[in-house]
């Protein structure tokens, strides 16, 4: 038996990620599903060690907590009609018995401020020890029932605060939570920590600080645990990496690339906020620097467009230098749906660090590159070598050499 720990419990990926596996499990959505890479016949070592429908759900949250996961659920199926109505239906049974529990807003900026109505353990008075000890005692309590468990933050984004000295070490950061420093950790790197002291891998699917800071990869290290990130690549940023290497193949000179996204929900309220949306930013630019080699201009946009929803629209213009300097351009429009992009994803990530796990690996798990639009440590963006690192590690167990692997960028 395995179990995914949302944190972001009753957001839009969660909930479809959720509502997917319970369906699953209960036979009313095919089991081999589109979307999911470890599904694919490439993946047989991972689908048929942690099989979909054996997967426990569990989760953390900081709104909503009177409601189950299907009445969640059921809320953002009401304003996105993102799936068939009857895979809710059929997940009802499981997702009405999971309620999420309290969690932290600490330090997450005025994005997540504005979601309002924000139910945290510090508004009830813990201080940071306290809260650290509640959000270990969830977790564990969720591992014993479940045996092997994994992390998944789908949480909102959260700012970025500056990393100090006490963030460069275990000791040092740990004496942060002893002497209750709030301002100098965000609501991220607690999960992180709770679950990495207790053997839980923990996989990034935002941009948040979480597992990077350098104290708390040291606990990975410590306890043997892996984790990866961050910020799962899932749309603009996946048609980009995969775009850019193609470019570069040709000795094509990218010049210049604009990027302008628009998004509803309330990841679309997270990010409309300044402070939140620079984390975002900073992950989906370096993505074509990183599968190219070079820094063309860049221009990266997320605009909040309430009538879309869960939707997103990404309108990309490409400028490009051809045979005899002739400037010539690409554009596109990507459609998605990003919590149907981003659920398969999410489920990927938590079977491969379970797999992981099982292999006796620990600390970021650099072949997982391939899901993340910015993956630790400045691993190479290009989505086919990426794709090729992560299937020799799926069969051969292959690890990369990081210094080879790390993106190195050329400033002209
Ligand atoms: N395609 C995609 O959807 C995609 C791709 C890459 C990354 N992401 C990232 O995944 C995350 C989730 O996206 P979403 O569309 O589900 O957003 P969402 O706003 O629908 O859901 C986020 C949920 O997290 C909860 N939350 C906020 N702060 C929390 C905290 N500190 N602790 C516990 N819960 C907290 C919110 O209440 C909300 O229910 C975002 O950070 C987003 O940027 C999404």
Known sequence: M?????????????????????????????????????????????????PLDDIKLGGTEVRFLDKNAFQASEKIWEENYHFQRHYLD????????????????????????????????????LTLPEIVGQLMKDFESFKNKNG????????????????????????AFEGLIDENKVEKVTASMLYAYAALKLKIPYGNFTPSHGATVPAI??????????HMGDDGKTGETLMKTTLAPMFKMRNLKILGWAGFNILGDDDGVTLSKDKNKESKIESKDKAISSSIGYSPFSITEIKYFPPLVDHKVAWDYISYRGFLGTKMALQFTWHGI???????????IARCLLFAKSRGEFGAIHELAFFFKHPIDDIIGDTFKQYQIFTDWVHEGRKIELSKMQAKIITE
């Open 217 to 226: 990869r040291e606990l990975a290290i410590k306890n043997k645990v892996p």
């Open 148 to 171: 092997e468990v994994v992390m998944m933050n789908v949480a909102s984004t959260e700012q970025h605060i500056p990393l100090s000295e006490e963030h460069q070490s275990l000791d």
């Open 338 to 348: 990003d919590s149907i992009l981003a659920a398969p994803i999410a489920i990927d």
């Open 2 to 50: 395995t179990g995914i720990w949302f944190i972001g419990a009753y957001g839009a990926v969660a909930t479809t990620t959720l509502t997917g596996l319970a369906a699953i499990k209960k036979g009313a959505a095919p089991r081999v599903q589109a979307g999911i890479v470890t599904e694919s016949p490439e993946c047989d070592p991972i689908r048929s060690k942690f």
């Open 90 to 125: 059929a997940a009802k049974n499981e997702l009405s018995k999971v309620y999420a529990k309290k969690g932290t807003a600490i330090n997450c900026g005025p994005g997540v401020q504005a979601l309002g109505n924000l139910q945290t353990l510090e508004a009830d008075g």
